[in-house]
């Protein structure tokens, strides 16, 4: 049963992430000293956004894999010239 304060409880929480764990077409990235000091990078030559750490690590990401597609409605990876599927 749900939670009627619009949080997500945290079984329902762990048995989704478990599935997404589990799925063969997901891949999970740890972010490695050279993955951070990048994204880092990003980080200070776009000063004037408002990204986070996670934003620049997914770009990175994305420009590393040649992926222009974010599942996301963070406005951010428009600003980065990538497309978000969700609006």
Request: net charge negative; aromatic share 4%; with cysteine.
């Amino acid at each position: 049963m749900g939670r009627d304060d619009g949080l997500v409880d945290a079984d329902v929480c762990t048995e989704r992430n478990g599935l997404l764990l589990e799925n063969p077409d997901i891949e999970t990235v740890g972010v490695d000293e050279q993955l951070h000091r990048e994204a880092l990078s990003l980080l200070m030559e776009r000063q004037d956004k408002s990204y986070s750490l996670c934003d620049a690590v997914s770009f990175v990401l994305m420009r590393q894999r040649n992926l222009s597609e974010a599942l996301t409605t963070d406005r951010h990876f428009e600003q980065e010239g990538l497309r978000r599927l969700l609006v």
